[in-house]
Nanobody, 124 residues
């Protein structure tokens, strides 16, 4: 079983930065793909970014390219999402997810494990 716990959400003004974290436990993650998704009220869950635990392969959703950076610390079993130049439309609950995979996964339905989510609010 895999447990994922997000942290680091909060409120920030437009143009600001925030880093959220996802700490994983329960398994060896060397062959896992990890991802960040977000969901705003009344909207579908949206892909944000994904990374392979074993490699540096990354992929970003179009709305965050150039502003967000996904990374990981294998020693700490933790994945990060550095969010810069934040906009009010980035306001959402952000979820981390994991799946046993050798490729980057960008579709939410393919993920098996999810965290509880962390709220990010960007004020104008």
């Amino acid at each position: 079983q895999v447990q994922l716990v997000e942290s680091g959400g909060g409120q920030v003004q437009a143009g600001g930065s925030l880093r959220i974290s996802c700490t994983a436990s329960g398994r060896t993650f060397s062959t896992y793909a990890m991802g960040w998704f977000r969901q705003a009220p009344g909207k579908k869950r949206e892909f944000v970014a994904a990374i392979l635990w074993r490699r540096r392969n990354t992929y970003y959703g179009d709305s965050v390219k150039g502003r967000f950076t996904i990374s990981k610390d294998n020693d700490k079993n933790t994945m990060y999402l550095q969010m810069n130049s934040l906009k009010p439309e980035d306001t959402a609950v952000y979820y981390c997810a994991a799946v046993y995979s050798m490729r980057v996964v960008t579709t939410s339905s393919e993920y098996d494990y999810w965290g509880q989510g962390t709220q990010v609010t960007v004020s104008s």
